[in-house]
């Protein structure tokens, strides 16, 4: 079973406006980590955040967790036709060192 | 290599046949994943590893799917009688012990079974 669910599920915007999705789990974490996939193929490593952090900054991605909500928002700032891609979240449950567990993803087009 | 490399990138097969597909992780990375994704699909988990042995195998579909890793290094995994259902893209990820840091992937083998 997936252990992230992310919402929406489809997003379509315009270039330079900002791009939410958002994630919700099930289990306490030990972290949570956002992905990116171009074309179905690899997945690129985005951005983790660790259970005791809350906010998280990298370039034009902003990171939140709320872990009483068990939730995770990731914000892209002034989107570009270049981050059209598939963005899935990922966490590594509490105790459970190993197992990297996948949501089942928000596809994002930025129109340009 | 630099990074993690899989072969085949592609592979038709006919049904009932096996197949094997090959990973190999980046170099000292102890933790190594399979997982698989259908079409427009998320990624679900198949197995994982912790050098040589495999400490979660929940996610293998059938006891059709089965997986290995020697040497701490290279895994193969390998589906026997493969069926139609079989078809997917299997991504392998490797990253340094305990995956507190980030999992880095492969471009995967596409997998079609007719």
């Known amino acids: 079973s997936q252990q992230g669910e992310e919402d929406p599920q489809a997003l379509s915007i315009q270039e330079g406006e900002n791009a939410t999705m958002n994630c919700s789990y099930k289990t306490s974490i030990n972290n949570l980590q956002w992905y990116r996939q171009n074309s179905g193929r690899g997945l690129v490593h985005l951005i983790l955040?660790?259970?005791?952090?809350r906010e998280k900054h990298s370039g034009r991605l902003r990171v939140t967790l709320d872990t009483s909500k068990k939730s995770s928002s990731l914000l892209i700032t002034a989107s570009r036709a270049a981050d059209t891609a598939s963005y899935f979240c990922?966490?590594?449950?509490?105790?459970?060192?190993?197992?990297?567990?996948f949501g089942q993803g928000t596809t994002l087009q930025v129109k340009p | 290599g630099a990074g993690v490399s899989q072969s085949p990138s592609n592979k038709v097969t006919e049904k009932g046949k096996d197949v094997e597909l090959r990973c190999d992780p980046i170099?000292?990375?102890?933790?190594l994943y399979w997982y698989r994704q259908s079409l427009g699909q998320g990624l679900e988990f198949l197995i994982y590893f912790q050098g040589n042995s495999a400490p979660d195998k929940s996610g293998l579909p059938s006891d059709r799917f089965s997986a290995e890793r020697t040497g701490g290094s290279v895994s193969t995994l390998t589906i026997q009688r493969t069926q139609q259902e079989d078809s997917a893209v299997y991504l392998c990820?490797?990253?340094?012990?305990?995956?507190?840091?980030?999992?880095?992937f492969g471009q995967g083998t596409r997998l079609t079974v007719v």
């Open positions: 990820a490797s990253g340094p012990q305990g995956l507190l840091t980030e999992a880095f």
């Open positions: 990922a966490t590594v449950s509490l105790g459970n060192t190993g197992k990297l567990i």
């Open positions: 955040i660790r259970s005791n952090e």
């Open positions: 170099s000292g990375h102890t933790a």
